[in-house]
């Protein structure tokens, strides 16, 4: 599945936030802290770039803390962010813009005062849409970015979560509901099938995925014993199949694109030859329990 067929499948789902442990509170509160910081220290009007936005997360965080930012929101995937303006005035006023590939900005040079981006850059090719938001960016412009870290609380989760999708894949659960579908196999078969599923010691089973992934088998059983036509639930699978392979795509992407120190170090390396003033930091959790991601803050000289 393309990159961004995954990511337009996960924003048209209505996710306001795309890569917080859970939807953690706590998590939102380290990230508004951060991004309260840097809205304060822009002036009013200031023109803002957010790169890959999804459903406005930054510009929300942004807009809470200076009402005069005027925002440009730009994101790769078919976004429409509309059931989140409904609800959130400060959103109606950004300029949101979709399939907007970030390595060939339809901006000027020198158009914008801050650009921002929270677990979005670094899924792009870092050596093109660096070099393009630093052309876009003004003299003495800012930037601030939230990127991932490979060990962060995000990532380490993320990897479990695909060992658990490739797992179901290879247990042969979904090809034996297909079978019993199309009248290859019986229940009692699926049900042998599905008990060995459940009972493979080696295979790691959440409520989150296996358990989701079950009981919305079940209910297509039970909608198929009810006589609902059979082409109608080879639909209704075909959408959720279709939705799991976006989910596990989706997650192997961020696993790909978060950082190690190595990768930030090289990447600050490379936005100071182009003429910028940047430093990094880890985004440390309380209580010494890990990290939630990179910080990455610089001006354009």
Known sequence: MKHNDAWSLYWQGGHQESCIANDSTEDQFILSDIWQEFAVSLAHNSAVLDLATGNGSVPHNLLSFNELLQITAVDRADINPQKHIEKNSLLQKVMFMPNIDITHLPFNENTFDAITSQFGLEYSALNLSTSELIRVLKPQGHFLFIMHHKDSEVVVPARAKVQEFELLFDSGILEGFEAFLNAGINLQQLNTLGEKVLAEHTMSKSEAITGQIFA?????????????????????????????????????????????????????????????????????LPQERGVLGWKIKGTKL
């Not at 799991?244 to 490379?270: F, H, Y």
């Open 216 to 284: 919305a088998i079940d209910k297509l059983i039970q909608m198929k014993e009810q006589g609902k036509d059979i082409a109608e639930l080879i639909k209704i699978y075909t959408t959720m199949k279709s939705r799991i392979i976006a989910e596990m795509s989706r997650l192997k992407q961020l696993i790909s694109a978060s950082l190690s120190k190595v990768d930030v170090t090289a990447l600050c390396s490379s936005l100071e030859s182009m003429g910028v003033n940047v430093v990094f930091s880890t985004i440390d």
